[in-house]
């Protein structure tokens, strides 16, 4: 692989007691890349996603992000190297303004201490505004400003898995993680979401790692897909060749039986 | 510098609370029964309010607050009374030992959640009891003599500066990565929020507000002895927070004031006090459960906040 390699995990797996949810998987991001992860209910995706992004550490194998190991470290630490997330399960801080959700993930642009805070020393307020004005920005892209200080949850459904993903950009990532972006999205906002994704993307130069059950999307957009089934990778490849792949047929929908 | 509107309102509100309270002392109106009220009213809003940022801010549940306050009582007494130090010094000293010693115990026990964390506090204001129960050089179980030294202007500085810096906090990147851990501590993380570092600066800024109230508490009735301290008085605290809403600030203000002046009220009727007041709190909590202001604050009832919800 060449040195734009983003993301190389080698024989990353995790035991849950027992239990060994996730085994042998080797992933590999390229730079710009737009790859998707998919496979069947309990496959063990969003346990590889949180063993990318610091949430569990991996029993066994490694993962680099950028050449840099990630063993030890937390989410936060994670997310400060250019790593950002959605949840499967919306995640938004409901009580608080669509603005503020955006303005935490965007704490680390402003530098001002707590001290400067406490004081309201010039640096505070010229770091509050910087971070204003960036949030708002990060709002229009996804045409949520209008809503900058509505309660996060008293957003529509589709306004709220928006502004997940307006709040993870707002944490400057080089690599997106979106884990099943267009859950619960009838086909047209699906539709809006894959055009988004792209525009993003290119906007922002992003690499991008998703999870999606809704195969139109996965086909649609993904450059490559990754394939797992009870906690194992069983496919990668282009989106043609997944479609065609016996392995992934069976399982998705099981043995052919001769009849 | 841009100040906000609510900031000249809450600097005009303060002076004008202190002048006119400071003048009806000075009149010879307000008799030491009243000043003793104001003055204890000041510590329990202190108290709220430094229970606040930890509970209704950082949304950690901490209910062993009367620890550090006895901290800074204790400190800022052995500093005036046995060593000599003028009244400032040992508010000082009592609220900057209370953030030490916040530290410390903030560092293990922050690592917990919920009923965990509230067992572990409760347990480490004990120890912190028991430890002045046992040390003879502060009196023991008989209690500390201290001088009457406290006065309103004293007591009313300590809450405008409890409530700046607090207010202050929440209203800043800080802030929000506190109420960010309280709405989702494991998104808190993901958007690159160090969370355990802002517990435990929480848990600091409280426990440092918690002594100074405490400082200000041995300096007000002649004596302080360790039972003061005990659980009871950690749950008072804590109902002023629920009461007032969790996460507004003016509410444990509002709350702090409120049962103040009741509890005070219902010292008239001895017997039946207590019953009273917990059918006064058990009614609020039915009609409001969540608390006097909800997460609201008192100026999003006016022009200032559009919108209300936690204002940031």
Same mark, same amino acid.
């Not at chain 1, 950028?66 to 949840?87: A, I």
């Not at chain 2, 000249?8 to 006119?20: H, K, P």
């Not at chain 2, 808190?188 to 570092?197: K, P």
């Given at each position: 692989?060449?040195?734009?390699?983003?993301?190389?995990?080698?024989? %990353?797996?995790?035991?849950?007691?027992? +239990?060994?949810?996730?085994?042998?998987?080797?992933?590999?991001?390229?730079?710009?890349?737009?790859?998707?992860?998919?496979?069947?209910?309990?496959?063990?995706?969003?346990?590889? /996603?949180?063993?990318?992004?610091?949430?569990?550490?991996?029993? /066994?194998?490694?993962?680099?992000?950028?050449?840099?190991?990630?063993?030890?470290?937390?989410?936060?630490?994670?997310?400060?190297?250019?790593?950002?997330?959605? /949840?499967?399960?919306?995640?938004?801080?409901?009580?608080?303004?669509?603005?503020?959700? %955006?303005? %935490?993930?965007?704490?680390?642009?402003?530098?001002?201490?707590?001290?400067?805070?406490?004081?309201?020393?010039?640096?505070?307020?010229?770091?509050?505004?910087?971070?204003?004005?960036?949030?708002? $920005?990060?709002?229009?892209?996804?045409?949520?400003?209008?809503?900058?200080?509505?309660?996060?949850?008293?957003?529509?459904?589709?306004?709220?898995?928006?502004?997940?993903?307006?709040?993870? +950009?707002?944490?400057?990532?080089? +690599?997106?993680?979106?884990?099943?972006?267009?859950?619960?999205?009838?086909?047209? $906002?699906?539709?809006?979401?894959?055009?988004?994704?792209?525009?993003?993307?290119?906007? /922002?130069?992003?690499?991008?790692?998703?999870?999606?059950?809704?195969?139109?999307?996965?086909?649609?957009?993904?450059?490559?897909?990754? %394939?797992?089934?009870?906690?194992?990778?069983?496919?990668?490849?282009?989106?043609?060749?997944?479609?065609?792949?016996?392995?992934?047929?069976?399982?998705?929908?099981?043995?052919?039986?001769?009849? | !510098?841009?100040?906000?509107?609510?900031?000249?309102? @809450?600097?005009?509100?303060?002076?004008?609370?202190?002048?006119?309270?400071?003048?009806?002392?000075?009149?010879?109106?307000?008799?030491?029964?009243?000043?003793?009220?104001?003055?204890?009213?000041?510590?329990?809003? !202190?108290?709220?309010?430094?229970?606040?940022?930890?509970?209704?801010?950082?949304?950690?549940?901490?209910?062993?607050?009367?620890?550090?306050?006895?901290?800074?009582?204790?400190?800022?007494?052995?500093?005036?009374?046995?060593?000599?130090?003028?009244?400032?010094?040992?508010?000082?000293?009592?609220?900057?030992?209370?953030?030490?010693?916040?530290?410390?115990?903030?560092?293990?026990?922050?690592?917990?959640?919920?009923?965990?964390?509230?067992?572990?506090?409760?347990? @480490? =204001?004990?120890?912190?009891?028991?430890?002045?129960?046992?040390?003879?050089?502060?009196?023991?179980?008989?209690?500390?003599?201290?001088?009457?030294?406290?006065?309103?202007?004293?007591?009313?500085?300590?809450?405008?500066?409890?409530?700046?810096?607090?207010?202050?906090?929440?209203?800043?990147?800080? #802030?929000?990565?506190?109420?960010?851990?309280?709405?989702?501590?494991? =998104?808190?993380?993901?958007?690159?929020?160090?969370?355990?570092?802002?517990?435990?600066?929480?848990?600091?800024?409280?426990?440092?507000?918690?002594?100074?109230? &405490?400082?200000?508490? =041995?300096?007000?009735?002649?004596?302080?002895?360790?039972?003061?301290?005990?659980?009871?008085?950690?749950?008072?605290?804590?109902?002023?927070?629920?009461?007032? &809403?969790?996460?507004?600030?003016?509410?444990?203000?509002?709350?702090?004031?409120?049962?103040?002046?009741?509890? =005070?009220?219902?010292?008239?009727?001895?017997?039946?006090?207590?019953?009273?007041?917990?059918?006064?709190?058990?009614?609020?909590?039915?009609?409001?459960?969540?608390?006097?202001? &909800?997460?609201?604050?008192?100026?999003?009832?006016?022009?200032?906040?559009?919108?209300? #919800?936690?204002?940031?």
């Amino acid at each position: 692989m060449t040195s734009n390699l983003l993301i190389k995990a080698e024989n %990353v797996g995790i035991q849950f007691g027992g +239990l060994k949810a996730v085994q042998n998987v080797n992933l590999y991001l390229n730079q710009g890349e737009l790859v998707g992860l998919i496979g069947p209910n309990g496959a063990g995706k969003t346990t590889t /996603f949180n063993m990318i992004t610091g949430v569990y550490q991996p029993t /066994f194998g490694t993962i680099a992000f950028d050449g840099k190991n990630l063993k030890g470290l937390k989410p936060y630490q994670v997310t400060k190297l250019g790593m950002s997330r959605t /949840f499967q399960n919306i995640r938004l801080f409901k009580d608080l303004s669509v603005l503020d959700n %955006v303005k %935490v993930a965007n704490h680390n642009i402003a530098k001002h201490s707590i001290i400067s805070s406490i004081l309201r020393l010039p640096s505070h307020f010229s770091g509050e505004a910087k971070m204003e004005q960036e949030s708002i $920005e990060f709002l229009k892209i996804f045409g949520l400003d209008v809503y900058k200080d509505e309660l996060a949850k008293n957003l529509p459904y589709g306004m709220q898995r928006r502004l997940e993903i307006a709040r993870a +950009l707002a944490a400057k990532p080089k +690599l997106l993680l979106l884990d099943e972006p267009a859950a619960g999205m009838n086909p047209q $906002e699906t539709h809006d979401l894959m055009e988004l994704i792209a525009f993003i993307r290119k906007e /922002f130069n992003l690499t991008i790692l998703l999870i999606e059950h809704d195969m139109h999307l996965v086909m649609g957009i993904c450059e490559r897909i990754y %394939v797992l089934d009870h906690g194992q990778l069983i496919a990668d490849g282009t989106p043609e060749e997944i479609r065609n792949n016996p392995k992934v047929i069976e399982a998705y929908l099981g043995e052919e039986v001769d009849d | !510098m841009k100040k906000s509107k609510a900031f000249w309102v @809450f600097s005009v509100l303060a002076l004008v609370i202190y002048a006119v309270v400071q003048g009806l002392i000075s009149g010879g109106i307000l008799d030491l029964y009243y000043q003793n009220i104001l003055v204890q009213m000041c510590i329990n809003i !202190m108290l709220a309010v430094s229970l606040h940022i930890i509970i209704g801010i950082t949304g950690q549940f901490s209910i062993g607050h009367a620890g550090f306050m006895a901290v800074g009582a204790y400190f800022s007494a052995i500093a005036t009374m046995k060593l000599g130090l003028p009244l400032p010094v040992g508010l000082l000293l009592g609220a900057v030992v209370a953030a030490l010693a916040g530290l410390l115990v903030g560092i293990p026990t922050l690592r917990l959640k919920g009923d965990y964390l509230a067992i572990a506090t409760l347990g @480490f =204001a004990e120890i912190i009891r028991i430890i002045f129960l046992n040390v003879d050089y502060v009196g023991g179980a008989a209690g500390m003599v201290v001088m009457n030294m406290t006065t309103w202007t004293y007591a009313f500085a300590g809450v405008v500066i409890t409530i700046i810096v607090i207010s202050n906090f929440t209203k800043s990147r800080h #802030g929000r990565g506190a109420i960010s851990i309280r709405e989702d501590e494991i =998104a808190a993380d993901a958007m690159g929020i160090n969370t355990t570092y802002y517990k435990v600066v929480a848990f600091t800024i409280g426990s440092l507000f918690a002594g100074l109230a &405490g400082a200000i508490y =041995a300096h007000n009735f002649f004596i302080i002895q360790p039972t003061t301290f005990n659980f009871l008085k950690s749950f008072d605290i804590l109902i002023y927070v629920v009461l007032g &809403g969790l996460g507004s600030l003016s509410g444990s203000v509002i709350a702090a004031i409120f049962l103040t002046v009741v509890s =005070a009220y219902l010292a008239n009727f001895p017997e039946t006090r207590m019953i009273i007041y917990s059918l006064v709190l058990i009614l609020v909590m039915l009609y409001r459960p969540t608390g006097l202001m &909800g997460t609201k604050e008192i100026t999003s009832l006016f022009k200032f906040g559009k919108k209300g #919800g936690t204002k940031i």
